[in-house]
């Protein structure tokens, strides 16, 4: 085979590979050889040609590919669509300082329920799997902006809750599609820092929606407008998203084989590019034991885990990040514009966590230092006195760090998880409990606004009353308690990598062990796989 032949420069990234002595290959690897991934279709006709990805070849594919995907490129990239991941949520953070409660009459918890796509994760997973990947995540981004215009015209609680539904349809696709470009694309050294940059433009949605919404807030105040303006924020956001999404449609290529910005020629060593990986570049076809190793990888459920008790907190704080504001003793439109620096914090966060983590191959355990900084910042609001609402803000400010273990662990589903199948389906159970995670952490604040006038309908400093409940410790230390629980389950599965690639790298040593032609494209499984090497 062509890439057999593959000359691979001695500085690149390197996994132990054994010699293929005289031998067997293990059980399992046979058993589940006969179904390969797409990626064997780049070398179809290719047999005795020679393929060279030397270190300038390499550098330069990657220089191309990221000026496509990235948002340091030309191109439309999924940073840019990922930009919009957070809309709804900081769209609906925004609206409820402007007047969406009294205007579509919520009261009581109404607000805390336009919640999230729990329920459509892992058909999505499937049809991500199933279907052309660009081509169904630019549908579903489409149809997410449509249907966000769609909360301009909602009237009641009942007509939010659906047009809500349909939102978690369709947003649903957007981070596993993108963890999956991620995988596709880029060498696992490389996925750290290109999951954190285009993850970070969450941020920059809080700092770009924050602006709008103040601009909005502000003109509406002065001049007047013919409709309120918590509905123009959701014209303008869901319209600027379908737009995107309809040139995403016709620049992203599903996969390396259909990317019209790459020759024929690079086209295969792009894919040739990521072999290291261990997993190629995707397989359409549903395997059940790959669904029964998900299910059964103590991994599955140690991301899970995460992702549903680091997301209590983020639950409150990313939905009602605005009325936390307020609640420091700002006004509700100094809230839109005083929420802006936590999503510079966010980018800086996420970037420097996903190069360092690539730098250093450790990616679990320096994504724990935003972490760190936000059980500091949460300390901060705790302690400091009420009165003291430059120092709270500031600790606020600090917990918007938070998500850099979360967005490591995505990266690590791209890296560490193989087999189209367990790969989709972790991806389903990670976004699931995440979801199941913003849910839980609503309650607390749900009971906080029980407290108040159950007529009351307007946000402001009085709806956390300092002689209603001065600390609200209850919620804030189970935040801290929940990120405490967090840093732990993180040290567990830096261990637990670390301990398997000693197994592997010992089944490997093995006299009796060989490596098949081609292992790299045959869909094999992270735990079957004797080759794969878990990143850290």
């Known amino acids: 085979m062509a890439s057999e032949k593959t000359a691979v ?47 300038a070849t390499n550098k330069r594919l990657l220089r191309k590919i990221d000026m496509n995907l990235m948002p340091y490129g030309h191109g439309l990239t999924p940073s840019m669509i990922a930009k919009l991941t957070n809309a709804p949520e900081t769209t609906l953070s925004y609206a409820s300082v402007m007047g ?95 999951t954190g940059t285009w993850f970070s433009f969450n941020g920059f949605a809080q700092i770009f929606g924050g602006l709008v919404a103040y601009g909005i807030a502000r003109g509406t105040r002065l001049h007047g407008s013919a409709i309120a303006p918590w509905k123009i924020v959701f014209l303008v956001t869901g319209l600027l998203t379908s737009t995107i999404g309809c040139i995403f449609l016709f620049v992203m290529p599903d996969n390396q084989l259909n990317a019209r910005w790459l020759s024929k020629h690079d086209r295969i060593l792009a894919v040739e590019r990521v072999r290291i990986n261990q997993q190629g570049i995707g397989n359409k076809n549903f395997k059940m034991y790959q669904l029964k190793e998900a299910l059964t990888d103590p991994m599955t459920w140690a991301f899970a885990f995460y992702a549903c008790t680091a997301d209590i907190p983020n639950g409150g704080i990313s939905n009602f990040f605005s009325q936390l504001i307020v609640s420091f003793g700002y006004t509700p439109e100094q809230s839109l514009l005083y929420g802006t620096p936590g999503g510079a914090v966010e980018v800086v966060a996420l970037i420097l966590c996903g190069y360092l983590g690539d730098r250093f191959g450790h990616r679990v355990l320096i994504s724990c230092s935003g972490l760190v900084c936000s059980i500091i910042g949460m300390l901060l609001i705790v302690t400091l006195p009420l009165s003291n609402n430059g120092g709270r803000l500031a600790g606020y400010y600090m917990t918007q760090a938070s998500p850099t273990p979360f967005v490591a662990l995505l990266s690590l589903i791209a890296t560490n998880v193989a087999g189209y199948t367990k790969k989709t389906t972790v991806a389903a159970i990670y976004l699931i409990s995440y979801c199941a995670g913003n849910i839980i952490g609503m309650l607390p604040l749900l009971r906080i606004m029980r407290k108040t006038a159950a007529d009351r309908i307007s946000i402001g400093p009085q709806t956390f009353r300092p002689k ?69």
């Open 100 to 194: 969406i409660r009294k205007d579509i009459h919520l009261t009581g918890d109404n607000y805390q329920w336009l919640g999230r796509y729990i329920a459509w994760e892992y058909p999505t997973n499937r049809l991500l799997q199933r279907l052309p990947l660009a081509k169904y995540s630019s549908l579903c981004i489409i149809m997410w902006g449509l249907v966000l215009c769609c909360m301009a015209a909602v009237k009641n609680f009942a007509g939010a809750v659906a047009v809500r539904f349909f939102l978690g349809v369709f947003e649903a696709a957007v981070t596993p599609g993108f963890a999956l470009f991620t995988s596709q694309w880029y060498t696992k050294r490389e996925q750290g820092l290109r």
């Open 9 to 55: 420069p001695l500085d690149m990234e390197k996994e132990p590979i054994s010699p293929e002595v005289t031998g067997t290959a293990p059980e399992e690897v046979l058993k589940h050889a006969n179904d390969a991934d797409e990626a064997m279709k780049a070398f179809a006709g290719q047999e005795g040609e020679l393929l060279v990805l030397d270190e």
């Open 468 to 536: 209603d409940q001065p600390r609200y410790k209850p919620a804030e230390i189970t935040i801290i308690v929940c990120w405490g629980a967090c840093i732990v389950d993180l040290l567990f599965i830096w261990w637990y990598y670390r301990n398997q690639n000693r197994k592997k790298a010992g089944l490997r040593a093995q006299p009796h062990y060989r490596k098949l032609e081609n292992q790299e494209w045959l869909d094999l499984t992270d735990r079957e796989n004797p080759e794969f090497v878990y990143t850290l």
